[in-house]
């Protein structure tokens, strides 16, 4: 019997670890290959020029700049020259994008290299942010290296396609989620300087991605984090802003048109059918405005919705007893802060941090939770949202495309399991809480 158990061992590891293998291939394959083969336009191309305009001293935020300034030797897209010359480049484009200014500061370092040098050097920080954000992940699960579910994580971390399209695009986000992550790994070993500084990389670079961090370390008080968070934040949009008024450059009316034609009819942002991308958006707009088909009660359904599902939470963090599971809330947090505004798939490589919890919690009170919450999960391991998107915007699927549970269940899979995911990770804490009760109780 012993020889069988250390076969059957064997056997789990040997399978385990061929999974890992295939799963690191399709993640150099989907992420990093991708990105070095898209050389001449990528998501990082913005990002990069309109630093070098902000360095330059010319507005980041107007077409003119982005035009002027596009990198010497990359082709330029015709549609570029096309939407300039008639004044619809930002409306149909979404380009220049409205980053914070803040993000335009941290990166400008990159930036002052030569754009073919700048994008390798960008892939190697993306790949490092990636490493960084698994592993913080496993270190908040305490995940243990010689467990077998710590080698499931590491493969489904690997398949998880939102890693893969911010990889393969250039996205900012890899690093703005690395350093959400990590800064929640340090706050729990009690290195709350190092905390502060990594969430001022994270906000700054990306607000929606790191704010709600920001508020966690509010609501655990952990105060020094939140000053020299509060306080770095400042000091680069002091920065960002000193430079422009220096060389007396006019920059806020295009920076408050950029980010309001990002949510305006037809744009990028836009959860109408207006958008033929649309259901590359994963915020619950996309759902709400295929069951109401109004665009404005839409949006506030799904404000309203996302608003009650976080008092919710609040109520469940504020009853947190001796046993209290920082991640599951951190989890839960972070699937909702993707619910109520703007989000692309990309940005839900935030569900690391449920996919860590839910291995680290399968045999605790609540693992029929973490069982769901692994299943639901699994739907990322593609880009289905996006996919479907493509297909039928060749043309594929003419005849279901004007069903209702096309566009309302089919098509935007991956809202509902965001929203399934909320409620999943919900129960988890109310059943932690109620463990927690039962515990002190019997003490």
């Not at 790191?210 to 968070?229: D, H, N, T």
């Not at 295009?254 to 915020?283: A, C, H, M, Q, W």
């Amino acid at each position: 019997m012993p020889g069988q158990e250390r076969q059957w061992r064997f056997g789990w590891s040997a399978a385990l670890a061929v999974v890992v293998l295939l799963a690191g291939t399709a993640f150099v394959w989907r992420g990093p290959v991708r990105l070095a083969n898209r050389v001449s336009i990528n998501d990082f191309l913005f990002p990069y020029i309109q630093s070098r305009a902000w360095m330059a001293g010319s507005d980041p935020y107007s077409p003119q700049s982005l035009v002027q300034l596009w990198p010497r030797g990359i082709e330029r897209p015709d549609f570029i020259s096309r939407d300039f010359a008639d004044g619809s480049l930002v409306r149909k484009q979404g380009i220049p994008t409205a980053y914070p200014p803040t993000a335009l500061v941290l990166i400008a370092p990159v930036a002052f290299l030569p754009w073919r040098m700048a994008l390798l050097f960008w892939l190697a920080i993306g790949l490092f942010a990636y490493v960084v954000t698994v592993m913080s992940a496993r270190s908040l699960a305490r995940l243990p290296w010689g467990a077998r579910r710590t080698y499931v994580f590491l493969a489904f971390a690997l398949t998880l396609a939102p890693f893969h399209t911010a990889l393969g695009a250039g996205s900012i986000v890899i690093v703005s989620v690395a350093a959400s992550v990590a800064a929640m790994s340090a706050a729990q070993r009690q290195h709350n300087a190092l905390a502060g500084i990594l969430l001022v990389l994270a906000i700054g670079l990306k607000p929606q991605i790191g704010l709600p961090f920001l508020l966690y370390c509010l609501l655990r008080r952990r105060w020094r984090a939140l000053a020299i968070a509060a306080a770095g934040v400042a000091l680069l949009f002091a920065t960002a802003v000193f430079r422009l008024a220096l060389c007396q450059t006019p920059w806020i009316h295009n920076y408050l048109y950029d980010n309001r034609v990002l949510f305006s009819y037809g744009s990028l942002g836009d959860f109408t059918e207006k958008d033929p991308l649309r259901f590359g958006l994963i915020n619950l707009q996309v759902v709400t405005y295929a069951i109401l088909g109004d665009r404005g009660l839409a949006n506030l359904v799904a404000l309203a919705l996302a608003a009650t599902l976080g008092l919710v939470w609040l109520f469940l963090f504020r009853r947190r007893g001796p046993q209290f599971d920082d991640l599951l809330a951190l989890s839960a947090l972070a699937v909702l802060s993707l619910m109520p505004v703007y989000h692309r798939l990309y940005d839900a490589s935030l569900l690391i941090l449920p996919l860590s919890w839910s291995l680290a919690a399968l045999a605790g009170p609540a693992r029929g939770f973490a069982k769901a919450t692994l299943l639901l999960l699994a739907v990322f391991l593609v880009p289905g949202g996006s996919a479907l998107d493509r297909l039928q915007s060749s043309g594929h699927f003419a005849a279901l495309q004007h069903r209702w549970w096309w566009n309302t269940i089919v098509m935007p899979h991956q809202v509902w399991t965001i929203f399934l995911l909320a409620i999943a990770l919900l129960l988890a804490m109310r059943v932690t809480t109620v463990h927690d009760v039962k515990l002190s109780l019997g003490s």
